[in-house]
């Protein structure tokens, strides 16, 4: 009986080291494949301008995963304001107010209060770019008045 379980035992031995060897000639040969492909598939975008259209799909705000960002309109809708409705004090207030009317645990959805979110960070950074713009305007009306004196 003992001779028989050390023969299984080196039989088992050989089978291993062919195993083995497939595994490594395996991973060889993806090691070479997957640079060349990946080099073949660049060339190919660059030549039929996919790159640039994933470089546009990016700037409009598109995800990894092609998903479009919302669009402001998007957001207004989301919050119930207009965009001259759109102040910090009025999207915090409609962002608080959905989004609790949205929680899980009150029998809301994931998903709106998802949407109701997204729509806040969007407004909060639309309105800080607004504010922005208004102070620039205002310092250029204050220039051009200091210059006619």
Same mark, same amino acid.
């Given at each position: 009986?003992?001779?028989?379980?050390n023969q299984s035992a080196?039989?088992?031995?050989?089978?291993g080291k062919v195993i083995a060897q497939?595994?490594?000639?395996g991973v060889s040969?993806?090691?070479?494949a997957l640079?060349?492909?990946?080099a073949?598939?660049?060339?190919?975008?660059?030549?039929?301008?996919?790159d640039k259209a994933?470089?546009e799909?990016a700037? +409009? @705000?598109? /995800? #990894?995963?092609?998903k479009a960002?919302?669009? &402001?309109?998007e957001a207004?809708?989301?919050?119930?304001?207009? !965009?001259?409705?759109?102040t910090?004090?009025?999207?915090?207030?409609?962002y608080?107010?959905?989004?609790?009317?949205n929680?899980v645990e +009150? @029998?809301? /959805? #994931?998903y709106?209060q998802?949407?109701?979110? &997204?729509?806040?960070?969007l407004?909060?950074?639309?309105?800080? !770019?607004?504010?922005?713009?208004?102070?620039?305007n205002?310092r250029?009306?204050?220039?051009g008045?200091?210059?006619?004196?």
């Amino acid at each position: 009986i003992l001779f028989a379980t050390n023969q299984s035992a080196m039989a088992l031995g050989p089978l291993g080291k062919v195993i083995a060897q497939g595994v490594l000639l395996g991973v060889s040969i993806l090691a070479r494949a997957l640079p060349a492909a990946y080099a073949s598939a660049l060339a190919n975008a660059r030549k039929t301008g996919a790159d640039k259209a994933a470089e546009e799909a990016a700037r +409009k @705000g598109a /995800s #990894f995963l092609g998903k479009a960002r919302m669009s &402001r309109d998007e957001a207004l809708n989301v919050l119930n304001l207009s !965009e001259g409705e759109a102040t910090v004090e009025a999207v915090q207030k409609q962002y608080e107010r959905y989004f609790e009317a949205n929680k899980v645990e +009150k @029998g809301g /959805s #994931f998903y709106l209060q998802s949407k109701v979110y &997204r729509a806040k960070e969007l407004l909060d950074e639309y309105v800080q !770019e607004k504010n922005k713009e208004n102070q620039d305007n205002f310092r250029k009306q204050d220039e051009g008045k200091g210059e006619s004196k």
